[in-house]
């Protein structure tokens, strides 16, 4: 029989979500009287606002007509491509540099393509956890040696170095994930330190690939929403983005990645030109119905409704964030961003997160499932109904006892 692929071998456990959902499907199997509420995966709850919906509505209506019907989009429709440079990036970008996805999470996934096995990965340390499966699936993160994979630079990002990584740790001519608003700690880099990133980035030969999956959470104006609001990024840099958070297509699923036609490999060839190529042979593009959806949330009423929904999530944050002050939990994040990082010095996240279920039958997510320098934490999402949220801040209380 043909054998197994060693890097789907190698990887280390399961993924993180499906594993806290087996752990709620287990303790509802014990309690079926408990009444769960899940602050744990970043899922948004929220139905899509009425313009925006509208734009869905119609893109299907579309299709249904003959001056309306469109087949593959490969790249993505034009239209939307012209206003993604225009809305995020002033017009800095033609066309063909932005290219249209079904998400974020599967263009990181396809986006390693362009490194291959042999790549020096980097990740802040904790991270979303799909850029070292991901780096583990595609051959380049090595072996697990008991606390994390070989091949993988860890950059801590802690309490202690205010969530920004120590940049002489950069590896040469690799890869670095970033991202900001950071999942899970909240915390989002300044213009100073995104300015230092990319100096250290184009000096060190290093592609970043930056995701802004959570850019419109940000409402601080002095913050950046976009790694490419900083000179030199466009040499050095790789951003993704997505529909999901900020529009409430999570099932909908629409993002986009930005690919500078100035960023070249080590042997002056084209990343841009290579990652046309990747999506035309493996990916035929996303649903022309998500598209029509994404060109209403970025028009003028799109942008107020996605400014509304974040708004509405990022109370949600508030009140998380409140109750466990109230508790004297120290926690981060929270503030432009939907989640909120809190610390249980001395614990073992896991146990944390059983304590949680068990004590307020509430889900959330253990901090070291982001990797090592996330245990002791917990990631609280503000990704719920808010009478939901409420009564799960109400029963935050009984883990004083
Ligand atoms: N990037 C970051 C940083 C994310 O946190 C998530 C979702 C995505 C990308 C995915 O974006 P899509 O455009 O929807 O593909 N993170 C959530 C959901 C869990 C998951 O497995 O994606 C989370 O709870 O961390």
Not at 42 to 55: A, Q, S, V
Not at 91 to 113: H, N, P, T, Y
Not at 147 to 165: D, H, R, S, W
Request: aromatic share 10%; glycine share 12%; with cysteine.
């Amino acid at each position: 029989m043909i054998t197994r692929n060693p890097c789907i071998a190698n990887i280390k456990a399961g993924y993180l979500f499906p594993e806290i959902a087996r752990r709620r499907r287990e303790f509802t199997t014990a309690h079926p009287d408990a009444k769960i509420i899940s602050l744990g995966v970043g899922n948004t709850t929220e139905p899509i606002l009425p313009h925006i919906g509208w734009g869905l509505v119609e893109g299907a209506r579309q299709l249904a007509t003959p001056e309306g019907y469109s087949g593959y989009q490969d790249e993505g429709l034009l239209s939307l491509r012209k206003r993604i440079s225009r809305v995020f990036y002033k017009e800095d970008f033609d066309a063909d540099e932005v290219f249209i996805s079904d998400g974020a999470k599967c263009d990181i996934g396809r986006l390693q393509l362009l490194f291959g096995a042999g790549a020096k990965v980097a990740v802040q340390d904790p991270s979303y956890p799909v850029y070292v499966d991901g780096s583990v699936l595609s051959g380049a993160a090595g072996r697990w040696n008991g606390t994390g994979y070989a091949g993988i630079t860890y950059l801590p990002c802690t309490a202690e170095n205010n969530y920004f990584p120590d940049l002489a740790a950069l590896p040469e001519h690799g890869l670095l994930y970033f991202c900001s608003p950071n999942n899970p700690t909240g915390a989002v880099a300044t213009r100073g330190q995104l300015e230092a990133l990319v100096k250290g980035a184009n000096a060190k030969g290093l592609v970043i690939i930056f995701d802004a999956a959570y850019s419109e959470y940000i409402r601080d104006p002095a913050l950046p929403k976009s790694i490419f609001e900083i000179e030199g990024a466009k040499t050095c840099a790789i951003e993704v983005n997505s529909f999901s958070k900020p529009a409430g297509f999570t099932g909908v699923r629409l993002g986009w990645t930005v690919v500078p036609k100035d960023l070249k490999y080590a042997g002056g060839e084209s990343v841009n030109a290579d990652w046309a190529r990747i999506c035309g042979t493996i990916f035929n593009g996303a649903s022309n119905i998500a598209q029509a959806g994404g060109l209403a949330a970025l028009d003028d009423e799109g942008l107020l409704e996605i400014r509304q929904l974040c708004d509405f999530y990022l109370g949600n944050a508030k009140l998380i964030r409140t109750a466990l002050c109230d508790l004297g939990i120290a926690c981060v994040g929270g503030e432009n961003s939907p989640y909120v990082w809190a610390r249980f010095p001395g614990r073992d996240s896991w146990d944390v997160f059983a304590e949680i279920l068990e004590k307020c039958h509430v889900v959330t997510t253990p901090g070291s499932g982001f990797g090592p320098a996330g245990q002791s934490f917990i990631r609280f999402s503000a990704f719920g109904h808010r009478l939901d949220v409420e009564e799960a801040c109400k029963r935050l209380a009984s883990l004083k006892s």
